[in-house]
C-alpha cells in the first residue's frame, strides 16, 4: 500500500512538474511551423475560391493566372499580375488582397489602413502599374479597354469610396466570392456603351497568347522579382517612419511623441495625427 502511494504521489508530482517547464525550443519550431502551414493553406484556399469563380465566367472569355511581364518603370524591373480576364469589351486586370478587417481607404489616397492600425498601400495605385505594363506588351491596333478590379476575402468589411463598389466605374473593390457578379454586370454595362464588341474571338485569342508569351516563368527571375519587392517595401516603410509627421488639418509639423499618442488612439484619431490645438476639436473636423 505504502509503495502504492508514493508510485502515486511521484507520478502527480512529476506532471506537476512538467506543466511549470517552459516549452522547448523543439515546441516553439512546431509552432512556427504550425503557423506557416495554416498561411499557406489560408492562401491555397483564396487561391480555389478565385479559380471557382473564373471557372463560372463565359467560354468565350479567356485568362491568364500569375502573370510576370516586364515593366521598365517597376523598381524590380517586372510586374506581377494575379489574374487578367479578356473579354469582348474589356481587360480586367485583377489584384487579390487576403488581410482581415476593415479596409479603409479614398481612391487618391496613396495609403490605405486596415483596422486603423496597419497601413497598406492603395491597391489601385499599385494596380494601375500593372495596367500599365498590360498596355506596353500588347500590340493591337485597337483601343485597349482596361479595368481595374481589386478583390479582397469576405474576413474584410469595406469603408472606401463608394464610387469604387458603383458598377459603372472602371476601378472596382469586390468580394472574392462576387468576382464573377461583378464582371458579369460591368460587361453587361459595356454593351450599353458599345454598339460591337471590342475584340472578336481572334482578337482575344492573340491578346491571350501575347500575354502568354510575355510571362516570366523563369523561377531565378520570380525569385528575384519577390525579393526585390519585400526589400522595397522595407526601406519604404523605414523612410515613411523617419519622414517628419504633420498635423491633419493645419499641417504643421508634431512631435514623435504627438504623433505616437494620436496612433495609440485609432477610436478616437482614426490613423491619423492632428496637432495640440486640432486634438481638442477632433469631432469637428470629423464632421
Request: aromatic share 8%; hydrophobic share 30%.
Amino acid at each position: 500500500m505504502l509503495s502504492f502511494l508514493k508510485k502515486l504521489f511521484g507520478d502527480k508530482e512529476k506532471e506537476k512538474q512538467s506543466k511549470n517547464q517552459p516549452p522547448s525550443k523543439g515546441n516553439n519550431q512546431k509552432s512556427t511551423k504550425t503557423s506557416n502551414q495554416k498561411s499557406v493553406r489560408k492562401g491555397e484556399l483564396g487561391e480555389f475560391k478565385i479559380n471557382i469563380q473564373l471557372d463560372q465566367l463565359p467560354k468565350e472569355y479567356k485568362y491568364l493566372s500569375d502573370v510576370m511581364i516586364e515593366n521598365p518603370k517597376s523598381r524590380t524591373g517586372y510586374s506581377q499580375i494575379d489574374h487578367v480576364i479578356i473579354t469582348p469589351y474589356a481587360l480586367v486586370v485583377i489584384e487579390t488582397k487576403n488581410y482581415v478587417g476593415v479596409i479603409k481607404g479614398k481612391k487618391q489616397e496613396k495609403k490605405w489602413n486596415v483596422n486603423n492600425r496597419f497601413q497598406m498601400m492603395n491597391p489601385f495605385l499599385q494596380n494601375y502599374g500593372h495596367l500599365e505594363a498590360v498596355k506596353s506588351t500588347l500590340d493591337l491596333n485597337k483601343d485597349k479597354k482596361l479595368i481595374s478590379m481589386v478583390s479582397f476575402t469576405r474576413r474584410c468589411t469595406f469603408k472606401v469610396d463608394l464610387e469604387l463598389r458603383d458598377i459603372k466605374s472602371d476601378q472596382l473593390i469586390v468580394y472574392d466570392t462576387e468576382l464573377s457578379e461583378f464582371i458579369h454586370r460591368k460587361m453587361n454595362v459595356e454593351k450599353l456603351y458599345n454598339e460591337a464588341p471590342l475584340y472578336n474571338q481572334e482578337d482575344i485569342q492573340i491578346i491571350y497568347n501575347q500575354l502568354k508569351q510575355a510571362n516570366i516563368e523563369d523561377p531565378l527571375l520570380r525569385k528575384k522579382h519577390i525579393e526585390l519587392m519585400k526589400n522595397g517595401k522595407e526601406s519604404t516603410a523605414a523612410q515613411d517612419s523617419k519622414e517628419q509627421a504633420t498635423c491633419y488639418v493645419c499641417q504643421k509639423s508634431i512631435s514623435e511623441k504627438v504623433k505616437a499618442y494620436c496612433l495609440a488612439n485609432p477610436k478616437k484619431f482614426e490613423g491619423k495625427t492632428y496637432c495640440y490645438e486640432h486634438q481638442k476639436n477632433v469631432e469637428k473636423v470629423k464632421s
